[in-house]
Each structure stands twice: as C-alpha cells, then as structure tokens.
C-alpha cells in the first residue's frame, strides 16, 4: 500500500459513514460487479447536498439507486430527484431498491421522492423542461461532453454540475498514445469535456483528486 493509498484509506475511515440500509445496497451492488461512487466521493456528494440544499436534482446514471438514494438520505425532506438509467438489467434492481427504502423507512424515503427515467439520456435530457438545481453526472464517460448543451439548458443560474470519474484512473494526464486504443475515444472526449468546463463562460469550475476525479461546476 503507497503512502497515498494509506492517506485515501484514513479519510474514508474517518467520516461518519452511512445508514446501515445504503451499507446493504452498497455491499449488493458490489457483490454484483456494480460499480458504486467511491467513499470519498460520497462524503463530498453528501456535504454538497448538505450545503446548497438542492430542491430538484438530476441524475445521470442510476445504476441499482445508490447514489439516488444517498442523496435523498442526505436531501431536505421537500427535494425530489430525477434519475435516468439505460441499461435495462439494472433498471428493476433500482426501482426494487427504491421501494425496499420506502418500506423500511430509509434514506428519508417517500412516495415519489425519487423519479426513475427508463431510456437514453440523448433521448430524455430534451424532453426535461424544468431546470435543476444540481445535477450529478455518473454514466457513460465518452458522453459527458455531449451531454453538456442540454444540461446547460436546464441548469439554473447559481445551479452546480458534479462529474464524477474524471481523471480515468490518471490516464487523463497521458497522452493519448499511452492509453490502450480501446480507450483513446474516451480519454479524447474526458479531455475535451475538461477543458469545456474550465473555458465555458457561463461555468465555473474545479477539478478535484477525489475518488477517480470530480469536476464541480456553477453556473454563472
């Protein structure tokens, strides 16, 4: 373990943690090769939501609920959240876990708290006509860039764009060459979609070492 790893590992263990229903759907969902937002990055989510105090809130990328249901946990009891998931063997283990909170009386669950799109976000990002006041990004990495005009869209003024996994395990300072061929289409898009975070005039960004790399964006 490098000295980095054992400073990673201290931080994580030094927060408060979960409830013991999202260990569960953590531990589920890893169990199932599911990949779950790093524990450093869901202390940063938390507090952000803990801060800015988000009424409406978008998702990209549900996956089996985690993050959906961390935010809610996290969220005033009057914030609802948006969520869409694509890929189709996921979409019923979300929307079981969705309602096992509300069951047990978890992640300060309710009824329609929790709004689950079932399709490509291409195809339902323009249908979306309310904005949002923080939008959390964590599906397809090659997409981020493509996605960004329609989240600006509906991003409100003073509204927050979180991104996770932007440093591709460090690739992202390489050059394209020295990633293996079937991620160089990836690593060109995660480039081209920092520099458009950090160059948008309409957007304030920073870069943060946080898990696998998070972007925070504002809009201006």
């Not at 979300?94 to 929790?114: L, Q």
């Not at 061929?181 to 943060?208: A, F, G, K, Q």
Request: hydrophobic share 40%; glycine share 6%; charged share 30%.
């Amino acid at each position: 373990m490098t000295e980095m790893d054992r400073l990673s590992a201290f931080i994580d263990l030094s927060g408060r943690g979960n409830s013991p229903f999202l260990d569960k759907i953590e531990q589920e969902a890893l169990a199932d090769n599911v990949p779950i937002i790093r524990k450093s990055a869901q202390s940063l989510l938390r507090f952000l939501i803990k801060y800015s105090k988000p009424k409406r809130i978008l998702e990209i990328g549900t996956a089996v609920g985690f993050s959906a249901l961390l935010m809610s946990e996290a969220a005033d009891a009057d914030t609802t959240i948006d969520t869409i998931e694509k890929y189709e063997k996921r979409i019923p283990i979300a929307h079981e876990n969705f309602k096992r909170a509300i069951a047990e009386n978890a992640c300060n669950m309710s009824e329609g708290r929790i709004k689950l799109y079932e399709g490509d976000a291409f195809e339902i990002l323009p249908t979306l006509s309310e904005e949002y006041d923080m939008i959390f990004m964590d599906a397809a990495k090659g997409q981020y860039i493509n996605w960004l005009p329609d989240i600006m869209k509906i991003l409100k003024k003073g509204g927050i764009i979180i991104s996770d996994n932007v440093l591709r395990e460090g690739d992202i300072c390489e050059s394209r060459f020295a990633v293996t061929r079937r991620n160089r289409t990836i690593h060109s898009r995660m480039r081209e979609y920092i520099y458009e975070l950090c160059h948008n005039d309409s957007l304030e960004t920073v870069i943060l070492n946080i898990g696998d790399g998070m972007t925070l964006s504002t809009k201006l």
